[in-house]
Every structure is written in C-alpha cells, then in structure tokens.
C-alpha cells in the first residue's frame, strides 16, 4: 500500500495556490460502463490534452450509470484549456454516444492538503458533497484545518476542495480497504470527538454521499 503524505496543522504548500481540479461526471446507460469508460484514457492522454489523470470511478451506490473523472492542473489557463476542448468536441471523454450526460466542476484544493498523490489506497471510495451556506466557506475551512491532521493519520484523505463556480460547496474524496472499515472508522471518529470539524456541521444545507470503484486505468486504487 502506498503511504499517506502526513497533513500539519502548519502545513501551507504554496503551490496549492495555483492548483486547480477537475471532477467530470459522465452519465451512461446502466448496460455501457465499459463502453462510455474506454474513451476516458486516450481522451485525457491525447496530445491536446492538459492536466493529470488522478482517478477515475464508476458509482456503485448514489446514482447510478456514473463515471467520475478527476484530473489535476498546474493553473487555471490548464483548466480553462480543457473545458474549453471538452464544450468544442462533439464526442468529449471519447464517450461517443454511450454518453448521456456530462458535468465539470472545478476545484481549488483546501490550502493545507497535500496535492493528490496517486497509489493503491482503496479499492472503495466515497465521494462526499456538502452544500454550504452563503458564507460558511471560511469556517469550514478552519473547522478543518483544526481537525484533519488527527484524522488524516487514521484515515488517509485523498483530497478535500472548494468550488470555485456555482453554490458554495466542499468535495472531498476518502479511501476504504472495505465497506465495512468505512462504517467502523467513522463511527469511532465521532465516538472519539476527532470528528466532525469545529463548527463545519453548522455550514452545511445539503450533503450527499456517493460509494465508487476504481476503473481499470485509474491512478488511484
């Protein structure tokens, strides 16, 4: 297994200021997984193309008939470049017409965070989504920067980030050995008072909560 990148309460990586993530969410009828998944690769590896491939799942619960694709970026002109790429194709992510759907969001990550390391930490992860008041963005970032480092040592992140367009929002991205460690981790975070952040619950209007398999090609597993 690959280890995780320890998290400081102090930890402030001045490249974070410039990074910037991606996460496309395809949509494909229930019977085309690998079909609307066998484009992903040579799309993101194209020579047009910008950006990093850090993972890519297919959802197992939460909605179904779902590819999530998440790719890193040294800038914003990267980002603006492959959106840009994806919107002019008339077939984006390869998925011809087994796509039924596409969603790109854009991230900034949480300026304390390791950048995305690739590796085998998995194979379950969960994708979780909170919606946020208007404004709650500052105290949930300092909710976390109090709180992660202790969590982070029993329960590795893989990134936690903030929209950068639409409603306020966080997406943050765990990995499991099992279902059942998920359950177990959690409820004893919470039976322990290392979690939830100070003041993060307080922010939240809507959370959703999404379990999902690495493909094949994934970076993360």
Request: with cysteine; net charge negative; aromatic share 10%.
């Amino acid at each position: 297994m690959t280890q995780p990148v320890p998290i400081s309460e102090d930890d402030v990586d001045p490249q974070q200021q410039e990074l910037r993530y991606e996460l496309a969410t395809l949509s494909f009828r229930l019977l085309d997984a690998e079909k609307a998944a066998a484009g992903v690769l040579p799309w993101v590896g194209d020579p047009a193309a910008r950006g990093r491939l850090l993972g890519c799942w297919q959802t197992e619960n939460g909605p179904l008939g779902r590819l999530l694709v998440l790719r890193g970026f040294t800038g914003d002109a990267e980002l603006a470049h492959e959106r840009m790429r994806a919107r002019s194709s008339s077939q984006p992510f390869g998925a011809d017409e087994h796509l039924t759907d596409l969603t790109m969001q854009s991230f900034a990550p949480f300026p304390f965070v390791p950048q995305v390391r690739t590796g085998r930490f998995g194979p379950v992860y969960e994708i979780r989504d909170y919606h946020l008041r208007p404004g709650g963005l500052p105290a949930t970032i300092a909710g976390w920067r109090q709180a992660l480092p202790a969590r982070h040592r029993i329960d590795p992140l893989t990134v936690v980030m903030y929209a950068l367009d639409g409603p306020d929002r966080i997406t943050q991205i765990w990995p499991f050995h099992s279902l059942d460690e998920r359950v177990g981790i959690r409820r004893d975070l919470y039976a322990s008072g290392l979690w939830p952040p100070p003041g993060g619950p307080e922010q939240i209007l809507d959370a959703t909560s999404i379990i999902a398999w690495p493909t094949e090609f994934s970076p993360l597993t």
